[in-house]
């Protein structure tokens, strides 16, 4: 069970005297999130894990892409929605409210995106990104094809499976820590 003060039900400390590197890349987080996310915080009892799960982050989550903000947001509410994951449905629900402008839709996709209003390419690649989390065994070309079909790119096929996967591991390691969400994240975007 978490404590206050603990992001996550594990007891692990934090690294005492985190590199300048972190300290501004927490500062930063600070300054444009008025907050340091706790999935960030957990991680924080070894900055080389640290290290590594903010540069994939960054990577899928923020670096160009043919898909947009949103686009990648929504796969990581989806995904997130399948696995239950209290922690990313909070945090990326909100995003998915802020990139959208539409707190309607950032609540649809954390209980049935099928129920969103979606275009057709959106919904083509939540299919895609849920399939991938609840049948990966299962994917043949037919359902790259289906992408392809929506305007989808290999390389966004790739973007969406990579995004896909990323929060189908950090759903695991988030429900296996009980993590959880900063308390800011409920009223963001509303």
């Given at each position: ?34 907050m340091?996310?706790n999935?960030?915080r ?7 894990k640290?290290?590594?799960?903010t ?14 903000k949103?686009?990648r947001?929504?796969?990581a ?33 954390v ?5 969103a ?6 919904r083509?690649?939540l ?22 079909a ?18 189908n ?8 820590t ?13």
């Amino acid at each position: 069970m978490n404590d206050a003060t603990s992001p996550i039900a594990l007891s692990l400390e934090q690294e005492t005297g985190l590199g300048p590197e972190t300290e501004a890349y927490f500062a930063k987080c600070e300054e444009k999130l008025g907050m340091v996310p706790n999935v960030l915080r957990a991680y924080a009892f070894n900055e080389d894990k640290l290290r590594a799960f903010t540069a994939m982050y960054n990577d899928l989550m923020l670096a160009d892409s043919g898909l947009s903000k949103l686009e990648r947001e929504m796969i990581a509410v989806a995904v997130s929605s399948v696995n239950r994951c209290f922690y990313c449905l909070t945090a990326h629900g909100a995003a998915v409210r802020q990139y959208s402008g539409d707190p309607e839709l950032g609540e649809l996709m954390v209980m049935n995106y099928r129920v969103a209003d979606l275009d057709p390419r959106q919904r083509a690649m939540l299919d895609f990104s849920v399939k991938l989390t609840e049948q990966p065994h299962a994917i043949v070309e037919a359902d790259r094809e289906a992408l392809r079909a929506v305007g989808f790119s290999d390389r966004d096929i790739w973007d969406i499976a990579a995004v896909a996967a990323f929060f189908n591991m950090s759903n695991r390691v988030a429900s296996a820590t009980d993590m959880r969400p900063n308390p800011e994240y409920h009223g963001q975007a509303r």
